[in-house]
């Protein structure tokens, strides 16, 4: 019962280089999330999905993509990674229905340097 | 875009004391909710509001969705060791892809 499960749990990258974040839930949840906490701020949404297939910008979209090729993984790409991309990423996913809130992982610490 | 405000920011209390926290915002949700971050851990859902007025217990913790809808307060009663951690109020709307917006988070430190 592994619920949401984020790899890698930590990385360091240097300035210019790429990486791709994984996210994989079981538990049949239509929408998934992906978000950065930053000190003092809050959780701050980057994009998210409703199901597989689609993709959507959130808050703070700029310099990472995304993709949903499958309903249970959820990809968060930095193509050229920035000092400022320093941070907590943090995974979520829901069900569609009413307000049920989310279900995160464990989060994946990223310094660029 | 929308912003909640949650306070306070920090608080250094002694085991056993009650505490409280609380949220508002300019915009309307119709869900409000409580997580609990525990270090090198994602958050947690503590409670879920669903209606205007609604108060709702979890033990300790007491939560209520204010009136306005753009306020919610969480209550902490007899802290314990394990209560320290990152409290979340999370505001959502139902419509759409039923984003979280999230409070900055009230970091809570006990002192035994």
């Known amino acids: 019962n592994a619920g949401v499960t984020q790899t890698p749990k930590f990385r360091v990258l240097k300035t210019g280089q790429s990486m791709t974040l994984l996210c994989a839930q079981d538990?049949?949840?239509?929408?998934m999330y992906w978000y950065r906490q930053d000190p003092g701020m809050g959780l701050r949404l980057i994009h998210y999905s409703v199901g597989e297939g689609t993709t959507a910008k959130g808050e703070v979209p700029d310099g990472y993509n995304v993709s949903r090729l499958k309903k249970q993984n959820f990809l968060l790409g930095l193509e050229s990674a920035a000092p400022s991309q320093t941070s907590v990423y943090f995974c979520?996913?829901?069900?569609?229905?009413?307000?049920?809130?989310?279900?995160f992982g464990s989060g994946t610490r990223l310094t660029v340097v | 875009g929308q912003q909640l405000n949650q306070s306070p920011q920090s608080m250094f209390i002694q085991e056993g004391e009650d505490v409280s926290m609380n949220c508002t915002s300019s915009?309307?949700?119709?869900?409000w909710l409580w997580y609990k971050q525990d270090p090198g851990e994602g958050p947690v859902l503590l409670i879920a509001?669903?209606?205007?007025?609604e108060l709702t217990s979890n033990g300790r913790l007491t939560a209520q969705f204010g009136i306005t809808r753009k306020d919610s307060f969480l209550n902490i009663s007899a802290s314990i060791p394990s209560d320290v951690g990152i409290y979340f109020c999370?505001?959502?709307?139902?419509?759409?892809?039923?984003?979280?917006?999230f409070g900055q988070g009230t970091r809570l430190t006990i002192n035994p």
């Open positions: 979520a996913s829901s069900y569609s229905t009413r307000g049920y809130g989310y279900t």
């Open positions: 538990m049949n949840h239509e929408y």
């Open positions: 915009s309307i949700f119709n869900t």
């Open positions: 509001l669903y209606k205007a007025g």
């Open positions: 999370a505001g959502q709307l139902i419509q759409g892809a039923q984003k979280l917006v």
